[in-house]
């Protein structure tokens, strides 16, 4: 594993002004460097989960979720809520996942983010349901609710609440830690 942590780092929302991507690169912004964050900018280009198109490794697309999954030594997940659950493109993303394996014992963190005062609650639940369904490592520290996300986080990108910033700044110490 070398000195330096990979971590793939994926937003569940596919909107270009998602406070949720923002939010998840306000955090890779608040990494040492001894973390090597990449992130997954394909959640739009996965077929519907189909299994009989999952022969043979399956489309080129999920090989590709597949492999960045396998070389990284931990996840950073960050989704918002839509309709009360988790956005069909993660959902499907981790469809594609559930019988190749890539996520069994992976550490892995979990953040929603919502404008609501619920911060994702429902979305959060779900997630983490799927996330142990497939034995992802759900690290201890390392999941986390963010509600009111739009007076938290400004139009840079740029955590402006101290106490949200503080324990950011502990779920990634805690993924760090998981993934030594």
């Given at each position: 594993m070398g000195n330096t942590l990979r971590i793939l780092a994926i937003s569940g929302s596919?909107?270009?002004?998602?406070s949720n991507t923002a939010l998840m690169k306000a955090i890779i912004a608040l990494s040492s460097?001894?973390?090597?964050?990449?992130?997954y900018g394909g959640?739009?280009?996965?077929?519907?989960?189909?299994?009989?198109?999952?022969?043979?490794?399956?489309?080129?697309?999920?090989?590709?979720l597949?492999?960045?999954?396998?070389?990284?030594?931990?996840?950073?997940?960050?989704?918002?809520?839509?309709?009360n659950g988790v956005p069909g493109v993660l959902k499907n993303a981790?469809?594609?996942?559930?019988?190749s394996g890539e996520f069994m014992n992976k550490p892995t963190a979990v953040i929603s983010a919502s404008p609501t005062p619920m911060g994702g609650d429902k979305a959060h639940?779900?997630?983490?349901?799927?996330l142990n369904m497939i034995n992802a490592e759900i690290i201890e520290g390392g999941t986390m609710m963010i509600p009111h996300i739009t007076l938290?986080?400004?139009k840079e990108g740029v955590i402006t609440d101290s106490e949200t910033k503080q324990r950011l700044l502990a779920v990634l110490k805690a993924l760090e830690k998981a993934c030594l």
């Open positions: 596919l909107r270009e002004k998602s460097g001894d973390i090597q964050f990449t992130i959640l739009g280009d996965l077929p519907h989960f189909n299994p009989d198109l999952d022969l043979d490794d399956g489309p080129s697309s999920v090989q590709e597949r492999l960045q999954l396998k070389e990284a030594e931990g996840v950073l997940i960050c989704t918002p809520e839509y309709g981790l469809d594609w996942l559930v019988s639940a779900s997630l983490l349901l799927t938290k986080l400004n």
